[in-house]
């Protein structure tokens, strides 16, 4: 039987669709550079620092344009950088930290402060305060933001489990609070936690809280499921689609429901989820499926134009792990999806972040999008195939080519982990001495990089590099956000 069969006709219509290109902004006009080398030796040159501010559609407005001070200060004494941060998610992950963002970057990279989601009329009072500390405390400045050290050891999944037994709210369901995210790749370790081991209380977390998203506002699949709810009881969600929250929610979704006859509520929110995907999300015109949605006036909702390569992945894999119990309208989308990705993929291997009307944008070679591409279009290779229409040689290609270029770009020996991302190009190490050192293992809306590559080297059976990669994950809270590598860690003890 098909996963994807006929729902209800309330799930099948079409929302309104706006007519904008671009989601209103409500920021003023200022002469932003572009986050590149050529602005960073800008900023060298000129002796100022970096203003940095992380804002994308929907999350923005620190900067509306009454102020004059506010505009002269940002233009005359720093360097003005806006970055969004779908397009450039290692900025974000140095400077960002909450949407909107302000942050003050010295030129050789290193973050001096940054202030998320200030409200505007603080901006002034902020950006003076911190001229007059860069101008009169230099020596403080430079001690407060020397790097501190990381401590490294193996993965334990028990202490990833015992720290999600700590965040669970056993009332209502799923992980911390106040605000409620699904925890997608938290949930899959939960799953593969209590078949390794039993006897624990995984399973009855993972229950409580897929029966909480599928009881709670949070579930709409009329719009879209909300990216995360902002009351512990899962109420009040935040009407946003992110493709990879739903990509997540569709593979813990189809694994807990293919894991026993009782789940029979996962196998219909399966059926529900690739309805809305095939309905919704998928673009005939950019080969693949929508990175986000957000609601405009009158029930309207805007669709980012951009094809995003790490929500495109990540879902492409996902319905790629649903096997062959799909329609035929879903193999063929999730086929396109693969040859977008592989035109994703340069020559040597690099991948783009990003598309916008045929035109790359955005960053390269990411560690999580190499990573992702890789799963998606070796899933994709091993897939099809008779009695479907052949796979597609250019895949396998494709991956072996991504794998080789992160190998041999990103991973240091050293520290014995992939870095996230190389530093901007045309800058040497020396000019950039602050740049932040990332090497990510924790998961958010998707797994973390390093995570991704350990079980991308499991399933090409190079376990040895899988289990150093293990090795090496950093020890820091919260711990429950290690739930992609704990399960590959559990994958591979019980392949031992």
């Not at 994308?56 to 940002?74: C, I, K, M, W």
């Not at 942050?103 to 050789?108: N, P, Y």
């Not at 990103?410 to 992939?418: M, N, P, R, W, Y």
């Not at 704990?486 to 392949?495: D, F, G, H, K, S």
Request: charged fraction near 25%; include cysteine; hydrophobic fraction near 40%.
């Amino acid at each position: 039987m098909s996963t994807d069969q006929t729902l209800p006709a309330q799930a099948t219509d079409s929302a309104p669709v706006s007519p904008v290109t671009d989601y209103p902004s409500d920021d003023g006009p200022l002469r932003w550079r572009p986050w590149s080398a050529a602005t960073i030796a800008e900023a060298q040159r000129l002796g100022r620092p970096l203003l940095v501010y992380v804002a994308t559609a929907g999350a923005d407005g620190l900067l509306p344009g009454e102020d004059e001070l506010v505009r002269s200060l940002a233009e005359e004494r720093f360097v003005p950088v806006r970055v969004d941060p779908w397009l450039h998610p290692e900025i974000d992950r140095r400077y960002g930290g909450g949407w909107p963002c302000l942050a003050v970057v010295r030129s050789d990279g290193a973050l001096v402060a940054r202030a998320p989601d200030i409200s505007p009329d603080r901006v002034r009072t902020f950006l003076l305060r911190m001229l007059a500390h860069l101008d009169q405390r230099p020596d403080v400045v430079a001690a407060r933001i020397r790097p501190g050290s990381v401590t490294r050891g193996p993965i334990d999944p028990a202490q990833v489990m015992a720290a999600a037994g700590e965040d669970f709210d056993a009332v209502y369901g799923g992980f911390g609070g106040p605000d409620k995210h699904p925890e997608a790749a938290l949930l899959r370790f939960l799953h593969h936690y209590q078949v390794a081991r039993g006897g624990s209380d995984a399973g009855r977390m993972l229950r409580r809280t897929l029966d909480a998203i599928l009881a709670s506002d949070l579930w709409d699949m009329q719009d879209g499921p909300g990216i995360y709810a902002q009351t512990p009881s899962w109420q009040m969600p935040r009407r946003e689609v992110d493709a990879a929250v739903v990509a997540g929610l569709l593979r813990i979704f189809h694994l807990s429901g293919a894991a026993g006859s009782s789940a029979t509520g996962d196998r219909h929110a399966t059926q529900e989820l690739l309805r809305f995907i095939k309905g919704r999300l998928y673009d005939a015109e950019m080969g693949g499926f929508a990175g986000r949605r957000l609601p405009l006036a009158a029930g309207q909702w805007w669709t980012d134009p951009v094809l995003y390569v790490d929500r495109l992945a990540y879902m492409t894999w996902a319905l790629y792990e649903l096997g062959e119990a799909v329609s035929a309208e879903i193999r063929h989308k999730r086929r396109r999806a693969a040859d977008t990705l592989t035109s994703m993929v340069d020559a040597d291997g690099v991948v783009q972040h990003a598309r916008r009307d045929g035109k790359d944008v955005g960053a390269r070679g990411l560690l999580r999008d190499q990573m992702l591409v890789s799963l998606a279009l070796k899933a994709a290779f091993e897939a099809e195939g008779p009695p479907a229409l052949p796979a597609n040689p250019e895949w396998a290609a494709a991956v072996q080519r991504t794998i080789r270029w992160t190998r041999e770009h990103l991973f240091d020996e050293q520290i014995g982990a992939f870095h996230d991302c190389l530093p901007p190009d045309g800058l040497s190490p020396k000019a950039l001495s602050g740049w932040p050192i990332h090497t990510p293992f924790a998961d958010d809306v998707m797994p973390g990089g390093n995570a991704l590559a350990a079980r991308l080297y499991q399933e090409t059976r190079n376990v040895d590099m899988a289990r150093q990669l293990l090795q090496h994950v950093p020890q820091r809270q919260p711990l429950r956000a290690f739930g992609s590598a704990a399960a590959v860690q559990l994958q591979l003890e019980a392949a031992e």
